[in-house]
């Protein structure tokens, strides 16, 4: 029987023929043999002759199929951030790509692929445990099955390498071994070990205490793989009911956590799948809150121009009803009853997508009833929305507006308790997950306390800043209820009182801000300085106000290819079968004269700067030094006001899934470009190279309300 926990350590051997994957702590465990250059995989019992061992991995991160070749992603280099239930947990710390074909020659498209997958991961944060299912909330795990293997537990997700993993996956089910149309064979259990889930998102674990009693503090955050993406480029939601920036956020307390510190850890049962043995000091226990966040489930998205506020775009509402009841049936199947809190701005520009929201949500519930709370400060304090009774599975949503910008204004951040009292009822009914273990049971499965029976899922427009303050606070109200029934704190007290754990709680959720933040918009998170210390400070501000000028030029000149390395990896984008189909993808194929405007600004700056400072001849005229800053002056301001006006022609897009909005807006600055006066006719009136195959989707923005 395979071992149903991946390898600890593996060993890779390496020649012309082949590349060879062993465990030496399990020498009974067939070889995993990866064909050179076809991919083809198969399983023997003894390590190929003619290889040679070249390095101990920690795993096998996935095989990345591009163009021209296959990659086995694999990681070298893993660090141990502390355990969970006893279980180690590590966070990816490098990765090499070893590729099954030589090619003498580079190709530029299949280079740049590469790059962008590599900066992908060498950013994101990954993690992973032999023993613990990470993808899944505690919740989830006391129900699964423990006789399947760690990677069918898994939640699909937050599977992180699930594509990746294709292969190995297809190979175990007795799918194709690696060339198209080969014969399927028989399942391939002992491939399991082989296989790695792998988290990205945010882990945190402490020891910590209160009242002189110890428990172990964690928070995990899951980042979903589907409609991932960066800012501007993965806004909404799709046609399946994915939407964007989807994370599920699981605050842990682990009482009587006996091997939740790092360090060697015994033998004896699950010592191959390096659980730490229970030192008898009590019972052990979990005590877990989930929360989710996820962009506003319309069609909706913001077009790149190069201002600091991009052109909004939201589609009719009846188009997105579908696809947000596919959403939103998941989400009540998985989690219960879903309290919608809503943090955008009810008047300006969010205005049309908190309405568009409102409406959808009013459509799918039975007979809708609405409530509004006005004050001094604004005239909708709180919104909400509840179907007047229960028909459908649909009439368990339940929407709660809240005006954060508006109430919060002024560093009143102690109103947003408001939006606490108004969902109190519903957090008392909704619980929190308690398990503990079986007594006599080796397998490691919990025995369930209490259940979590419903879900807040919290957006604002980006959730990111907004959003985990919010969060935040939750939780807070929730570990204070968990830590009174665990008998740590007594009742009427607050874990605030602890000076020391108040600092590590809110240092945890800034850091979880700040992590969610960057893989999304390219920047740590706003506020945070709130989050930390309670008070919001100059210095925060003047954070804050860096942190957007970093998200603007992130999401404007970085987050295109960053799009093009989630596609990849993701598998949002599948290369070509044919090695000669689709070549020169990233090339730029803009006019060569609006590729040469931002140059003609740099080099005028670059005038003017040196005729500053140069010194005048003695006696020589002042004219023609005067003429000279005067022509560059007027060459830099009309390249400066070309570039602002045509500013879509700049924005570094996804080069591999045309976005059909950004398209549609990319075509109007070209033809806003034919236009200009100076240098229209020039310009010619097609991108050089420009190919309309792929543009058969803009009739989509037709259908939009702008």
Known sequence: MSSLHPFRDINVHASPSHYAFTSPSSPLAPSLVVGRPSGDLRLTDETPKGSKRVSSIAGILGILKLRLDKYIIIITKAQAVGRLKGHPVYKIVATEFLQLRERPVHDPDEDACLSVVKTLIKSGPMYF??????????????????????????????????????????????????????????????????????????????????????????????????????????????????????????????????????????????????????????????????????????????????????????????????????????????????YLVNLVNHKGREQR???????????????????????????EKIRSVEPSQRKQQLDRLHYVYFDFHNETKGLRWHRALM????????????????????????????????????????????????????QSMLARWTLDRQLVDLGILQAGQSSTDDQSFTYLFRNVWADNADVVARSYSGSGAMKTDYTRTGNRTKAGMLKDIRSSISRYFQNNFVDGPKQDGFDIFLGAYLPPSSSSSN???????????????PYLLATSIFMITVATFTRRMPGSSPFAMRAFVLFWSVVGFWSFYFIRTHGALYVNWPKLNELPWAVEGYNEAMLGLQKDNVIGRLAGTRDRGFSSARLGHLEEGKKRIE
């Open 129 to 338: 445990s032999y023993s613990l299912d990470l993808t899944s909330s505690f919740q989830r795990q006391a129900h699964a099955d423990l006789s399947l293997p760690l990677w069918q537990r898994a939640d699909d997700r937050f599977f992180w390498n699930r594509f990746v993993q294709s292969d190995l996956i297809d190979f175990r089910s007795g799918g194709a071994s690696g060339a198209a149309g080969r014969p399927r064979t028989d399942p391939q259990p002992a491939v399991d070990p082989y296989i790695l889930p792998v988290l990205y998102g945010m882990l945190d674990i402490a020891k910590t205490g209160i009242n002189k009693k110890p428990f172990t503090f964690a928070l995990i955050t899951r980042r979903s793989r589907h409609r991932a993406g960066t800012r501007y480029f993965s806004r909404g939601i799709d046609e399946n009911g994915n939407v964007s920036n989807y994370n599920e956020t699981e605050q842990l307390v682990v009482l009587n956590d006996s091997g939740a510190e790092l360090g060697a850890f015994a033998g004896g049962i699950g010592a191959q799948a390096g659980v730490a043995e229970d030192k008898g000091t009590g019972e052990t226990q979990i005590l877990s809150y989930v929360q989710t966040r996820g962009s506003i489930p319309v069609f909706w998205a913001e077009v790149n121009d190069l201002r600091f506020t991009p052109k909004l775009q939201v589609r009719g509402v009846d188009s997105a009803v579908e696809a947000a009841a596919r959403h939103f049936d998941e989400q009540i199947r998985l989690y219960g009853d879903n």
């Open 353 to 379: 997508v908190k309405e568009a929201y409102e409406q959808v949500v009013r459509t799918l519930v039975s007979s809708p009833e609405e409530g509004r709370q006005a004050d001094v400060v604004t005239d």
């Open 419 to 470: 939006l606490l009292e108004k969902l109190r009822d519903g957090l008392e009914q909704q619980q929190y997950f308690r398990g503990g273990d079986m007594p006599g049971d080796l397998s490691g499965r919990m025995e369930i306390r209490n259940l979590q029976r419903s879900v807040v899922r919290t957006n604002c427009m980006d959730c990111l800043d907004r959003t985990n303050l919010v």
């Open 583 to 597: 070549s020169g993808l990233f090339d730029d194929r803009r006019p060569i004269l609006v590729q040469a405007v």
